[in-house]
């Protein structure tokens, strides 16, 4: 994919994720514009449709909660990921 369209779909997945981020204070800044990770959809603006929708779900206490909710959160995930097997077997 040229470089204008990349860029033109990562301006566009901006947008779906401004629903969400910009009423919380974000404000996203373009860099520099390179290969993304490919994802697994042949539609290019799904991994934003989708990381919008993983913020809106489970992001909550970073998106409106305090300093202190989040540094309590990221605390007890880092407890939780030295107790999940390896592998497959610690697949949620």
Known sequence: M?????KGFLLAGCQI???VLVPR?????LGTVGKGSGGFSKE???GFRHLR???ERYA???L????EQLVTLLSHAEKLVGERPKG???LP
């Open 17 to 19: 994720l401004d629903v």
């Open 25 to 29: 204070g974000f404000q996203f800044a």
């Open 44 to 46: 290019p603006l799904d």
């Open 64 to 67: 409106t909660g305090t300093d």
């Open 60 to 62: 909550q206490v970073f």
């Open 2 to 6: 040229p470089a204008m369209d990349r």
């Open 88 to 90: 497959v077997l610690g």
């Open 53 to 55: 929708a993983d913020l």
